[in-house]
């Protein structure tokens, strides 16, 4: 028998709110099973705001990623690579699979390798040029391999080409949607200042705290609905008539390079799925 506490995920963004937007409803829905759940930025995102940057903004959002985990109780790390510094590369790559065997996952999150982002992309690909790697002993050698093999799986996205994110499991989050909009507003430099900024809308930001909570809340639910509608079909076919009308949802594509998300490794890695 397992122990919950002994089942481990792995979120591994290219930045430190990635993870968040990606997967924080499924880490609220694990932290309540008792898992351990870590939510990796492979960025310090020293270059995210308009205004500030370099060791002030990497430092504030280290502490921003670092409130996010405590919303949920869960663990923390921001690799002090800056922006657009990321490269798939050897170096890189034996530090990815240190920090991997470290915390000894059942299941890895991250990127698909195909997006606009080099920081996202080469995230992508390090996990996969990890994914043999992490249990071969005489690789990183100082460092334990695990016996045991992980599932990887991607975070969704819109992107069509080459092919078009796939889910392979669907989650009704709407329990917990508002805890993970909690921890997507302790991103303050990105949601109510970086973001709206790059978007050309930082007026639309009310100044009131609460009333830019309310904000938030409202333009999070939205694109969590949509979400939800993209995978709407898989929903269904996971939860049945409630899959037709859940609200939010999160979904997820396996990595064909990790283990294989069997039936009873599906049970256990998403014991909130019927
Ligand atoms: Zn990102």
């Known amino acids: 028998m397992i122990a919950v506490e002994d089942i481990r995920i792995m979120a591994i963004g290219a930045h430190p709110d990635d993870c968040e937007l990606k997967a924080g409803g499924c880490a609220a829905l694990w932290a309540e099973c008792g898992y351990r759940v870590l939510f990796v930025s492979m960025t310090n995102g020293h270059t995210g705001h308009y205004a500030m940057g370099g060791g002030p903004l990497a430092r504030r959002r280290r502490d921003e990623a670092a409130a996010a985990a405590a919303v949920i109780g869960i663990e923390s790390r921001v690799v002090d690579i800056n922006n657009g510094e990321l490269m ?7 530090l990815l ?9 059942d299941l890895i ?11 996202h992309r080469y995230t992508s690909q390090l996990v996969q040029d990890c994914s043999y790697q992490i249990n071969v002993p005489h690789f990183v050698p100082l460092t334990p391999a695990p016996m045991k093999r992980c599932v990887i799986m991607y975070f969704s996205d819109n992107f069509k080409k080459p092919v078009p994110f796939t889910p392979d499991i669907a989650v009704d989050i709407t329990p917990v949607v508002d805890k993970k909009i909690a921890m997507v507003a302790c991103h303050e430099s990105q949601v109510y200042e970086w973001l709206p900024w790059a978007d050309g809308n930082l007026s639309d930001v009310p100044k009131d705290a609460a009333e830019r909570y309310a904000w938030l809340t409202d333009k999070q639910r939205q694109r969590y609905r949509r979400e939800a509608d993209l995978c709407r079909e898989k929903l269904v076919q996971i939860y049945g008539e409630k899959g037709g009308t ?3 949802a999160e979904s997820f594509e396996v990595c064909e390079y990790g283990a294989r998300l069997t039936e009873e490794a599906k049970k256990r890695l998403f014991p909130f799925v019927p």
Do not use: G, W
Not at 88 to 94: M, Q, V
Not at 109 to 119: F, G, K, M, Q, V
């Open 88 to 94: 798939p590369d050897l170096y890189t790559r034996k």
């Open 246 to 248: 859940c609200e939010f």
């Open 97 to 105: 699979i240190a920090m991997i065997r470290e915390f000894s996952p």
């Open 109 to 119: 999150l991250t990127h698909r390798p195909n997006d606009y982002h080099p920081d």
